[in-house]
């Protein structure tokens, strides 16, 4: 048999979605889609996020970070008992390309420890950063790599209603929306307020309420079939030197790849 050059071009490339393939959205064909809350719990907002839910019968999604579900279990289990899927952001938020591959396992085993039992076989990289070599290793620890086709873009300076426009205006069926219900590390300490996220949410939810029906990632896979993208990206030195921890101070990995001599 002799395989054409197009043949072994479409196998390259199924091999390379095999590898650095991840789940952007889904191919659905009733009006469902998936609204995720990143870096959370918050002891605060995470409750203040689950009540609204509640009160629009939303299910959701929320990637957390490791330290803090250790250091706040009760939301943890709030989140989970109230029916929504739990998955797993890394332990403390660095940007995976950044780390050597034993500190990558290390930050998704510690975090999902910390998310047990609740935790779900799902991880969202810190940033969407991710390489070849980080999307494998999710893999092989069982992992499904989850992004996004839609961002609030909640991370900067943006009113709720212009969040709240642009999601209403860009969600389909199917879409994976990424929101923050805690934020870390922050580009400012004033974008780290989540009151404009939570009424950016109350809003879609109460505009597209009756035309979507908003469940979890999990849910969202059994209904239709996962869409992968190749998605392989990398900070750039300029954006890690920019980023502070919620109280004013430097990001903790900013120095560290400092050190190892990527940021001048
Ligand atoms: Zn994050």
Redesign the pocket.
């Known amino acids: 048999m002799r395989l054409h050059k197009s043949t072994l071009r479409r196998t390259a490339a199924d091999l390379k979605r095999l590898v650095t393939g991840t789940i952007t959205h889904v191919s659905v064909s009733e009006p469902v889609a998936a609204l995720t809350f ?2 959370g719990p918050d002891a605060e907002h995470t409750p203040r996020l689950l009540s609204l839910l509640d009160r629009f019968g939303a299910a959701a999604t929320f990637f957390m970070i490791g330290e803090a579900a250790e250091k706040n279990p009760c939301v943890v289990e709030m989140v989970a008992s109230a029916g929504h899927a739990v998955g797993n ?1 890394s332990w403390d ?1 660095p940007s995976f390309p950044q780390i050597s591959l034993g500190e990558q396992w290390r930050q998704l085993r510690k975090c999902e420890r910390a998310l047990a039992p609740h935790g779900q076989k799902l991880f969202r990289p ?2 969407g950063h991710q390489t070849a070599q980080s999307r494998l290793l999710a893999w092989g620890m069982g992992y499904q790599v989850v992004t996004w086709s839609l961002v609030a873009a909640d991370w900067l300076d943006n009113e709720a209603e212009w969040m709240a426009d642009h999601v209403e205006k860009e969600m389909r069926p199917g879409s994976i929306v990424l929101f ?1 219900d805690s934020l ?1 590390p922050v580009l400012n300490p004033r974008y780290g307020d989540r009151g404009r996220t939570l009424k950016a949410v109350e809003l879609v939810l109460s505009r597209l309420g009756d035309q979507f029906q908003f469940v979890t990632v999990p849910q969202l896979l059994a209904r239709g079939r996962a869409q992968k993208k190749d998605w392989q990206v990398e900070g750039k030195p300029e954006f890690f030197a920019q980023l502070r921890e919620p109280d004013g101070g430097q990001w903790r990995y900013a120095s560290a790849t400092r050190m190892s001599g990527r940021l001048n």
């Open positions: 990143d870096d952001h938020h810190p940033f923050h870390r």
